[in-house]
């Protein structure tokens, strides 16, 4: 799973250098309302009967389904339940983006000349966080979750029951809403002693529908469920005091793209990013030489046409480059020299840029895109300046 996280480069810097993110609470999000609105829009869907009605037709030969006393969960799904719980946010979430050059974000998160940072999310097993113990020295971190419990990015559903979405999409989001919030409890667990659980964190996941054109994807962390007490920071904005958990990423955030945003002075924030990439202590959870190698050839993959290409007339430091990646890709050693392979990565580009049997079109990639010496492929975005 690829995804984006908008941002400014101050905030890129501390990331990239830190291996950390802010989990915000709740509540204090852009949106002000956001978690109650959710736990709202849930409680709304699970005492809508015809909504019920047509989901449980759907599943009517699931036991599991067939066992559920809606009558029973509406008695616990109540407006008392509802006001209790929106005084009671203990969940705290790092937003991203599934677009990669969203005008939207990059005005409203990344503001001029920010940054979006790619980061993949495909091997779960990169996701070890640890977090502040809560009375303890502001250096000492321990793991936030049980090793045997992966957080992971999820997708945001938008869902709004008063809003113009149209009657056929509205029934097909609360459907798939039911199927998350219903089919994937384990078949042991009683869902009524876990309901008002459940119902509270599903409710982080629930955002109005008119921000669909986010394509928004949430890592949630809910303190009850979390192997330590985490201290819990604050930070000032426009005179709020916002709650947040300082969360790091074991080895680093899976970062592998920085694409600058449109600003008035881009080319020289370009030049000052290129610089940081290549020269600060970057971590992006590159373990090894193999795993560095295998960025290389990602990059260079970019341009199929070149990159498998076995003509002649091609330049030999291509064959020279994918021998190296071959022979090297697997190697689990931990020292290895990040400049020495970038120059070889740069002097194949450059080669490539200066054949004259190559199209413009072909050579447009590395013209574009700069391979750092982190690991890091450092681009522009496509979108023109116009704050």
Not at 171 to 179: F, G, H, R, T, V
Not at 302 to 322: D, R
Request: proline share 3%.
């Amino acid at each position: 799973m690829i995804l984006y996280y908008y941002t400014t480069t101050q905030t890129m810097q501390f990331i990239l250098t830190n291996s950390n993110m802010f989990a915000t609470n709740m509540s204090y999000m852009n949106d002000s309302e956001e978690y109650v609105n959710g736990l709202a829009e849930l409680k709304f869907i699970l005492n809508d009967t015809e909504t019920i009605k047509k989901w449980k037709q759907k599943h009517e030969k699931e036991p599991r389904v067939a066992e559920l006393d809606f009558n029973k969960i509406k008695g616990i799904c109540t407006e008392n339940a509802l006001a209790e719980y929106k005084n009671q946010c203990d969940s705290y979430s790092i937003s991203f983006c599934t677009k990669k050059d969203l005008l939207s974000q990059w005005s409203m998160y990344a503001k001029e000349s920010g940054v979006s940072l790619t980061l993949d999310f495909s091997d779960s097993s990169l996701l070890k966080y640890k977090g502040y113990v809560s009375g303890t020295e502001k250096s000492e971190r321990d793991e936030l979750v049980e090793k045997s419990v992966v957080v992971e990015p999820k997708p945001v559903y938008y869902f709004t029951h008063s809003a113009d979405m149209g009657k056929e999409n509205q029934q097909s989001i609360a459907e798939k809403i039911l199927d998350d919030f219903f089919l994937n409890i384990p078949e042991k667990t009683d869902i009524y002693e876990c309901f008002e659980d459940q119902w509270k964190m599903f409710g982080t996941y629930i955002k109005r529908y008119d921000f669909y054109q986010e394509n928004e994807h949430r890592i949630v962390f809910n303190l009850k469920d979390l192997r330590i007490a985490p201290r819990i920071d604050y930070r000032n904005e426009k005179y709020v005091l916002k709650p947040y958990l300082d969360i790091e990423c074991e080895s680093g955030w899976p970062v592998t793209e920085v694409t600058l945003g449109p600003g008035f002075n881009q080319d020289a924030v370009f030049k000052s990013l290129r610089h940081f990439l290549d020269n600060a202590d970057i971590a992006c959870h590159i373990m090894c030489e193999g795993d560095y190698w295998k960025r290389v050839e990602q990059y260079m993959s970019n341009v199929p046409e070149i990159w498998k290409q076995t003509n002649v007339a091609f330049p030999n430091e291509i064959t020279q480059l994918k021998t190296k990646i071959k022979n090297q890709r697997e190697s689990s050693s931990f020292v290895f020299n990040k400049n020495e392979i970038h120059n070889m990565v740069q002097k194949t580009v450059g080669a490539i840029l200066n054949n004259s049997s190559l199209s413009e079109a072909e050579k447009k990639f590395f013209e574009e895109n700069y391979f750092s010496v982190s690991g890091i492929v450092l681009r522009k975005s496509n979108i023109p300046y116009i704050f």
